[in-house]
């Protein structure tokens, strides 16, 4: 809240009250805002009544009579600041009876109190009865302050001047990438405590891009040695910087590496005259050096010293205007001006005037194009006496400056659009080998208006000079008639619109030679047209009025490029294109490479066109017209896909889209040569003598067989040379007596042809740096074991060396890199502090090294980290060495030394975590920034990988996006323990952490989780990943969902519509959501939507927690169950909680149980279920919530959160693939026969990758005697078959032996939507690896013979007689979702399941005959299955049970399920639904031991099966006897039934119950009176068993074999299953 007047900014008052005349104590929180700037007559916020808690808050340069006026209710104020403000009364003011204010955090700088009063101002008024006036009475109550803080960096106004209030003279940073704005009113910052030094960034680099923008002035200096570093002063109104020198002391004013652009007024830079002594002056030094003055304009001069010494060197002068004035003006003192260059300006007299009191030194200063427009004197001005100069004659003299050399080349993008601008063509424009022009949004691109214009990368426009153009919406744009444009070896990459926009007439013409474009995103890379078109669709275009120009394309490189419409665009020109590779791009709506319409002209020749990809046409797409004309020559295609469609090569169609031909590409290889890292394309070229004959096509390379070559070459080297060790090669150093690689001479390259493939392994050291070397480079080598130093380096200068996509693994030593400079060097460097040895190491990982001193040691060397993983600790020691590190790497190595250095002036280089310069040996991160940058680039499939946050350290997620965990094996802990004694926070944010896709084994351990505002965690992981969450503490949520919710589906915000978010807004997903278990947890004092722990939809098992204090404002204070989520929770404590509908737990599925739970104390404002597990029945009214409460029976809480260690995991770093992976495009056309089936998944999948094939709708398709075999020989393959029919459309594969038979280790296969009919041995042979998965979804199996329709078993079938299947090793997971088994006469099973799992949901069983095992047959003690609302109905088995468990298979889940008129035989059994065999026993034709568990569902659901109901039990009140399935003997207490018809239901359910009871006890008794009456044992160790029955039995303890004459009739029909069945 910024800048307002008038009274308050925020003002609560509460209402009349419910009905009852009490207020309504309505809770509002303002968290994390700023109020800055106010103006008003009351104060900023004011509190009549309401609960209001202020947190984290900045009260900022307001003028009111207060912060915060309390009036009435409870304001609590936390972690504040106040400065700068002016206030008449008091911080806080309080008045009123009743009312509460609490500070607990404040803090106060410079702030104004006019009443004198810097706490709580107190008034109190009274009226007196007699005389009716008003008298108040007030006092001052001191508060308690805290100190105030600063943040690592600064990103605003304020934030910087409170910065240098609460700390005076010190070093403050300023956050790269900000920009602070000030008003033109503002008179920016004065600085006034010595000492004072403001950085843009930590290293105070200038491109860092640190602006401040704006205002009146931007730093005014009124003291002593204050240094600026880095910094952008844009935009001043009246002076930029403005300096007041104290001459009392010799003092000094530094600017390095500045820039001032834009700015207006009288002066931009002025050293202001105190009216001291020309000696007083010269103890004062203002120093600019190493900046930029560009475009400024001012009335006077551009910098004006009056009162100091003044230094200004290696700076740039351009485009500046000081029309009257010059843009130096020294009126006194010594001015020292070396290598300065003015370019460009206009002044009014001279470049440089000095009058008669001043002197200049001057060396080596230029001017080039500068304008004089007062005086003709564009130089210097020298005043000869200051008294001759009334009526502006003066006698002066004037020096012309020496001409500045013409740049050989170009580095600056705004020096580039500067020369281009002021060129009238005929020009060559030189860009500097290795140069990099990074457009930001800001940078506007090329304008190319006039002929003959040349750019060239280097001197010989060669592509590997290395010269690129990066970023920026459009980089170049031709116009006009501009023709003779050349470019000429540059690199184009990422740009977000268009990279060249080719936008003349017929007349203009350009071509690129040896360029290359890659990484562009937007419309095209090249759009060639008259003007400009929105690239939408390639028929939406209308056809152009003009002819667009002519584009040459000449042996260049299209890579990587992802666009919406195609890479290259020609609308109406005339392009050619020669010798040019197009690699791996996309046009998302176009073609895959080029797009040609509208009287345009396409010649293509010798070019070559590989894995790219269009929509619906091939690499190239030709809309042609009567006027267009089209020719190709020797080009060759390989690779290209698209989406839709079939031609993949050269489409020609007419104008409205209709394909009339598709040409083929005529080359059988490819003849344009390859850029230096394009692959390997064309003919090889013979190897160079010495060099391997088994080198890649491309590049020519040293094999183990040519080492000898390698080493005699090396050493005898003159420079300039490239020696690339072949893929593979390992160099090993201590055989033979080989010897390091010995570098001594410049621009020499050691390169791996495959980065991470090539190894320098033992020896002392693997390559030795000597002498003075510049342009070395050392690229994708792994570098081990060596045993003193790996790279050895002694240098003198100028060196420079480069290090990219290497890796240095397990070396000892002292060091694993030292680079150092010669001793007499360092005697000469520390006289005058300039490096000139340049190391950098880019993209580089250090690993598992150990070491006596340093991992990198470095002494007078400059060092540039750019490692692309991780965080900013690292062990390096580079004394009196000067380091720009970014980014930085290193795991798991080990040293001995401090991990950071300690400079001359006794401050941290910022080479280690902490202030101190010693960080712990084990590494951990402190900061949230670093974790979310690390794990999405560490983490690895299939190995653990654990991040370890720092003890006592807080990690403020502010507004940063959840960190995304999708990567199975994933730790996050707090300490190397992962106990939450080691006080690790996460802080704020929305949500912290979301589990995605599949990954299992993600655990959270130790963690202190607070303040999120939508959840801390949100499980959104499917059916198959699990995460855990140990010893972690949820507290202080206010306003989230939940601290814990596991919904899979998108979650809303945390209000919608101004309302508050209910369990109505989350949608009810498709699938299953993942499994979550928390253990040794606490959850205190969350203010939550819908509980703490919110399940909907998943799987949650919590143990031996705590939950104490929270609020649940709409569902339960512990936590809650929706849309059929699967819960265990035992060992849990729960007290003071609240929640609406529970005060502990609700449950609105059935499929929740609860043991050894304590509750107390807590409260449900709607309903009767305080302290007990609610479980909500199928129907709800507005009365209140309508179920069961059940009570939890532990007896007190005894839960102790213990926390659990976990053994200590090092992050490991991804190992780098050792080829590059091209993008898989799987094809989207549908197949239409089994042959074309067989065909395409034998040649198609993409081993590892997703494959997805889809199927024709409506056909048959017909295996005959071959089964389809799916055997993926790599791990992590995943295949879909699917069905895309809509309703009543199929896709039936019938008859054939077999349908599929799946085979592999780790393979995902999915079936979708299809019908299996009339196989005649098994439909789907599941006989992959027990890491492999396969799922049905939608699918129907039917009228399939013999023995199975499903057979899953991992081994080979020789036949499939059940008794062979002995097999203890795991089977596969096979899942079954919604589909159905109809009218399969199988031998043995519908289903046979032999040791894999087995989950089956919303599925239906009918009418299948003559099954041995009934519908679902588990065998082997691996076998586990789960089933959730399946239907069997009208099945027939030959033994018990519609699902018979035998030989140790478990049922893991029974929920749900539905039995209807099942039949098995009378004589052997009575049990038609679930049968587990007993352990050790066999079944025959009379006898068959075991325990019997019913179906429990009153109705089946199944789509397309929808039975009425058959039973009168409610749904959810359980059995007779009040007992809950799958749950202890509990006592049941309902709520809110007495005023609906379950309460009758229920009386009647009794009275039948007890009558038939009584019935039966006489029947029993008068029947088998005298027999053996020994009670047989259920099978109560199966804890999922429901409504489990149990027979006598004479012989046996298991079901009776030989049933009663009475039950004859139901030996001739079978007994029926289901309700029908219980007795």
């Known amino acids: 809240f910024k800048g307002h007047t008038g009274s308050n900014i925020i003002k609560l008052s509460s209402t009349e009250g419910d009905g009852d005349g009490d207020p309504i104590m309505a809770r509002v929180e303002i968290q994390s805002s700023s109020l800055v700037d106010n103006t008003g007559q009351n104060y900023l916020i004011e509190n009549e009544g309401l609960d209001l808690s202020i947190d984290s808050c900045k009260f900022w340069g307001n003028d009111n009579p207060g912060i915060i006026g309390a009036l009435g209710g409870r304001t609590v104020i936390r972690d504040s600041q106040s400065g700068d403000n002016n206030l ?40 007196h009865k007699d005389t009716s006036v008003t008298s108040c009475d007030s006092s001052c109550e001191p508060v308690m302050k805290n100190n105030c803080s600063i943040p690592d960096c600064l990103s605003d106004y304020r934030e910087l001047q409170l910065a240098m209030a609460i700390t005076p003279g010190d070093i403050y940073i300023i956050c790269p ?129 009056a009162g100091s010494s003044l230094t200004i060197s290696k700076s740039l002068f351009t485009q500046n205007s000081a029309l009257v004035g010059s843009l130096i003006e020294i009126e006194s003192n010594i001015a020292t001006i070396s290598d300065v260059e003015f370019v460009d300006n206009a002044v009014g007299k001279g470049i440089i005037f000095v009058s008669s009191n001043a002197e200049l030194m001057e060396s080596r200063i230029c001017g080039f194009e500068n304008e004089a427009t007062v005086d003709s004197c564009d130089g210097i001005i020298k005043l000869a006496d200051s008294s001759l100069c009334a009526n502006d004659e003066c006698k002066r003299s004037c020096t012309s400056l020496m001409p500045c050399q013409v740049p050989q080349c170009f580095n600056d993008w705004k020096e580039l659009l500067r020369r281009m601008d002021k060129s009238a063509g005929g020009e060559s424009f030189v860009l500097c080998p290795k140069s990099r022009f990074l457009l930001e949004y800001e940078n506007r691109p090329l304008y190319i208006n006039e002929n003959d214009i040349v750019v060239r990368c280097g001197p010989d426009g060669k592509h590997d000079n290395e010269c690129s153009i990066i970023g920026g919406e459009l980089q170049v744009i031709i116009n006009g008639t501009a023709s003779g444009v050349r470019f000429e070896g540059v690199t184009f990459s990422n740009s977000t619109d268009t990279s060249i926009a080719a936008l003349g007439g017929s007349e203009a013409s350009a071509t690129f030679d040896g360029c290359e474009f890659s990484g562009h995103s937007g419309s095209a890379v090249i759009e060639i047209s008259h003007s400009r078109h929105a690239l939408i669709e390639p028929f939406s275009i209308e056809k152009p009025a003009d002819v667009a120009m002519e584009v040459n394309f000449h042996s260049c490189y299209f890579n990587g490029n992802t666009v919406d419409f195609s890479p290259l665009v020609n609308i ?52 042609h017209d009567e006027f267009d004309s089209f020719s190709t020559d020797e080009n060759f295609g390989e690779g290209n896909s698209i989406s839709v469609g079939d031609c993949t090569s050269i489409a020609l169609t007419e104008p409205s889209g209709v394909l009339t031909s598709c040409d083929k590409f005529d080359s059988v290889g490819c003849l344009a040569p390859s850029l230096d890292h394009s692959g390997d394309f064309g003919d090889t070229p013979p190897p160079s003598p010495g060099m391997s004959e088994n080198a890649p096509t491309s590049v020519p390379c040293y094999g183990e067989d040519a080492l000898d070559a390698l080493y005699e070459k090396l050493r005898n080297s003159k420079g300039n040379e490239v020696f690339t060790l072949c893929e593979g090669l390992t160099i090993d150093m201590d055989k033979n007596g080989q010897q390091p690689l010995i570098v001594q001479e410049s621009g020499i390259t050691i390169e791996c042809a495959v980065p991470s493939t090539c190894f320098l392994s033992g020896g002392n050291s693997h390559i030795v740096l000597t002498g003075s070397i510049e342009n070395i480079a050392i690229r994708g080598l792994t570098m081990t074991n060596a045993l003193k130093k790996s790279i050895d380096g002694t240098l003198q200068k100028p060196s420079s060396i480069k290090f990219e996509l290497c890796d240095w693994r397990d070396n000892k030593g002292t060091t694993v890199v030292s680079i150092n400079a010669e001793e007499e060097q360092r005697r000469r460097m520390n006289q005058n502090l300039e490096y000139e040895n340049l190391v950098s190491w880019h993209g580089c990982n250090f690993e598992e090294n150990i070491s006596s001193e340093a991992i990198i040691k470095a002494e007078e060397i400059s ?182 919710l596991i919904y899979s589906g998108e979650v809303p915000s945390w209000q919608i519509d101004g309302r508050q978010v209910s369990i109505e807004d989350f949608s009810e997903t498709e699938e299953r959501s993942m499994t979550l278990d928390v253990e040794y947890s606490l959850f205190l004092a969350n203010e939550v939507n819908l509980a703490p722990i919110a399940n909907l939809k998943g799987s949650l098992d919590v143990s031996s927690c705590k939950f104490n204090s929270n609020n649940g404002t709409t569902i339960a204070g512990g936590i809650m169950e929706w849309y059929s989520g699967i819960m265990l929770i035992q060992k849990t404590c729960f007290t003071n909680n609240y929640g609406m509908l529970a005060g502990s737990i609700y449950v609105n599925g059935e499929s929740t149980s609860e043991e050894e739970n304590f509750s107390k104390d807590n409260e449900a404002s709607h309903g009767e279920c305080n302290d007990g597990l609610f479980l909500a029945a199928a129907e709800q009214y507005d009365g209140g919530p309508r179920g069961l409460c059940a009570p939890m029976l532990g007896s007190s809480c005894g839960t102790e959160i213990t926390p659990t260690v976990l053994p200590t995991v090092a992050p490991t770093l991804p190992k780098r693939p050792t080829t590059p992976i091209p993008p898989s495009f799987p094809p989207m056309k549908c197949i239409q026969s089994w042959s074309e089936l067989s065909s395409e998944l034998n040649a198609s999948i993409v081993e590892g990758n997703e494959n997805k094939f889809i199927l024709c709708p409506n056909i048959s398709f017909l295996p005959g005697e071959d089964a389809i075999v799916l055997n993926p020989s790599t791990e992590g393959t995943k295949i879909s078959i699917e069905c895309p029919g809509e309703t009543g459309e199929t896709c039936l594969i019938q008859g054939g032996r077999r349908h599929f038979h799946i085979l ?101 069983f009918k009418s299948n005959q003559d099954t041995s095992m009934g519908c679902i047959q588990c065998k082997g003690k691996e076998s586990r299955l789960r089933l959730i609302n399946n239907c069997f109905i009208e099945n027939d088995s030959n033994m018990p049970g519609a699902v018979f468990l035998s030989n140790g298979a478990e049922m893991l889940l029974n929920e749900g399920n539905f039995g209807y008129d099942n039949r098995v035989p009378a004589k052997l059994t009575t049990c038609a639904d679930i049968f587990s065999l007993a352990p050790g026993e066999e079944c025959n034709k009379i006898t068959c031991p075991g325990a019997c568990s019913t179906f429990d569902a009153e109705r089946c659901d199944a789509p397309g099966f929808n039975y009425p109901p058959i039973s009168l039990a409610p ?104 309700f029908f069945a219980r007795r």
């Not at 009364?89 to 104004?112: A, K, W």
């Not at 005339?574 to 396409?602: P, Q, W």
């Not at 080979?1356 to 109809?1382: A, G, K, P």
């Not at 489990?1588 to 012989?1595: L, M, P, V, Y």
Request: glycine content about 10%; charged content about 20%; aromatic content about 8%.
């Open 88 to 127: 008449t009364q008091g911080l806080f003011y309080v008045n009123g009876d009743g009312t509460s204010l609490i500070v607990t955090g404040i803090c106060s700088v410079d702030d104004l109190f006019q009443a004198n009063c810097d706490g709580i101002f107190n008034a109190t008024c009274n009226e």
């Open 572 to 623: 109406g020109g005339k392009v050619k294109v020669s010798e040019t590779i197009f690699d791996s791009n996309m046009g998302s709506k176009g073609s895959g490479a080029i797009t040609s319409m509208f009287h345009s002209s396409l010649s293509i020749t010798s070019s070559c066109f590989l894995k790219n990809r269009g929509n619906s046409y091939g690499a190239l797409l030709l809309v």
């Open 863 to 1044: 060092l540039i980290l750019d490692i692309d993983s991780g965080s900013a600790s690292a062990l390096i020691n580079a004394e009196g060495s000067n380091a720009d590190i970014e980014n930085i790497y290193l795991s798991g190595n080990d040293d001995s030394a401090c991990l950071g250095y300690l400079n001359e002036n006794g401050d941290c280089d910022s080479l280690s975590s902490t202030s101190s310069c010693f960080a712990e040996k084990k590494r951990c991160i402190s900061r949230w920034s670093d974790l979310i940058d690390t794990i999405p680039k560490i983490l690895v499939e299939n190995e653990e990988t654990t991040f370890t946050v720092c003890p006592n350290a807080v990690l403020d997620v502010s507004k940063s996006d959840p960190i995304e965990i999708k990567t199975s094996k994933t730790t996050i802990r707090c300490g190397n323990n992962g106990a939450s004694t080691g006080n690790c926070v996460i802080k704020g944010g929305e949500i912290q952490f979301k589990i995605v896709d599949s990954p299992t084994d993600v655990v959270f351990s130790g963690i202190t989780f607070t303040e999120a505002s939508v959840a801390a965690i949100n499980a959104a992981g499917d059916v198959n990943a699990r995460a855990s969450v140990i010893d972690c503490i949820f507290k202080d949520m206010k306003g989230a969902h939940a601290a814990l």
């Open 177 to 305: 990438d900000t920009t602070i704005n000030l008003d033109n009113s503002d008179d920016g910052f004065a600085i006034t405590e010595p000492q004072t030094k403001i950085k843009c960034g930590k290293n105070g680099r200038h491109e860092d891009n640190c602006v401040i923008k704006g205002g009146s002035h931007h730093f005014v200096i009124n003291t002593t040695n204050v240094g600026v570093y880095g910094m952008t002063f844009i935009g001043a109104q009246t002076t930029s910087i403005e300096i007041y020198p104290d001459t009392g002391e010799t003092s000094s004013f530094s600017f390095e590496d500045c820039s001032w652009e834009s700015n207006v007024g009288f002066t931009t830079f002025a050293v202001k005259d105190t009216e001291s002594t020309k000696e007083e002056n010269e103890n004062s030094v203002v120093n600019v050096s190493n900046s930029t003055f560009l475009m400024n304009n001012a009335e006077g001069s551009i910098i004006s010293n």
């Open 1515 to 1618: 749904t959810g009140i359980g059995n007779a006897n009040g007992q809950l399935s799958g749950s202890s003997n509990i006592e049941l207490k309902e709520t809110s039934l007495f005023t609906s018809l379950f309460f009758l239901r229920n009386i009647a359910i009794a009275l039948l119950t007890i009558f038939f009871g009584i019935c039966a006890f006489f029947s029993c008794n008068k029947t088998h009176y005298g027999k053996d009456k020994k009670q047989n044992k259920s099978n109560e160790s199966n804890p999922t068993s429901s409504k489990t029955e149990s027979i006598s039995s004479k012989d046996t303890n298991g079901v009776v074999l030989n049933v009663d004459e009475q039950v004859a009739a139901e030996q001739e029909k079978g007994s029926k299953g289901g």
């Open 1304 to 1404: 592999g280790k780790d393979v995902t296969v999915l079936f979708r939507g299809i019908k299996f009919e009339g196989s005649e041995e098994v439909s789907i042979l599941a006989a992959a690896d027990g890491g492999s998965s396969l799922r049905f979804k939608g699918c129907e199996w039917t009228a399939n013979k013999g023995s199975s329709a499903i057979l899953i078993y991992n081994g080979n079938v020789s036949n499939y007689n059940l008794e062979s299947l002995q097999n203890d090793v795991e089977s596969m997971e096979v899942q079954i979702d919604s589909c159905s088994f109809t009218s399969n006469n199988v031998t043995t099973g519908v289903i046979i399941n032999v040791g894999g799992r087995v989950l089956s949901t919303t599925s239906a």
